[in-house]
């Protein structure tokens, strides 16, 4: 089995920064593709920010130069560094990778995080 537990959301006034954490463990053979997604109420899930095992990244237009992502291979860990906030941002944000597990190398699968909330004020 595998899991992913997001860490670092809350509370921050527009114009301020927070960073999302998200770790995954359990039996892993390998991770390819990480990313960020965030969804509001009623609405469907959206990309944020991807980012590959060799570290090749991909943003939303909403954050091109206001997010950052990169993760940390030899942690299994994968980090939204999140600058100049708006209250639009404010939202539940899910991490997701790409895994491959000791189970069946052969195939990856997605596995999601729990979500974190991400409140910014105005």
């Known amino acids: 089995q595998v899991q992913l537990v997001e860490s670092g959301g809350g509370l921050v006034q527009a114009g301020g920064s927070l960073r999302l954490s998200c770790a995954a463990s359990?039996?892993?053979?390998?991770?390819?593709?990480m990313g960020w997604y965030r969804q509001a109420p009623g609405k469907q899930r959206e990309l944020v920010a991807t980012i590959t095992s060799g570290g090749s990244t991909n943003y939303a237009d909403s954050a091109k130069g206001r997010f950052t992502i990169s993760r940390d291979n030899a942690k299994n860990t994968v980090y939204l560094q999140m600058n100049s906030m708006k209250p639009e941002d404010t939202t539940v944000y899910y991490c997701?990778?790409?895994?491959?597990?000791?189970?069946?190398?052969?195939?990856?699968?997605?596995?999601w995080g729990q979500g974190t909330q991400v409140t910014v004020s105005s």
């Open positions: 997701n990778a790409g895994v491959r597990s000791w189970s069946n190398i052969n195939v990856s699968r997605v596995y």
């Open positions: 359990g039996t892993i053979f390998s991770i390819n593709a």
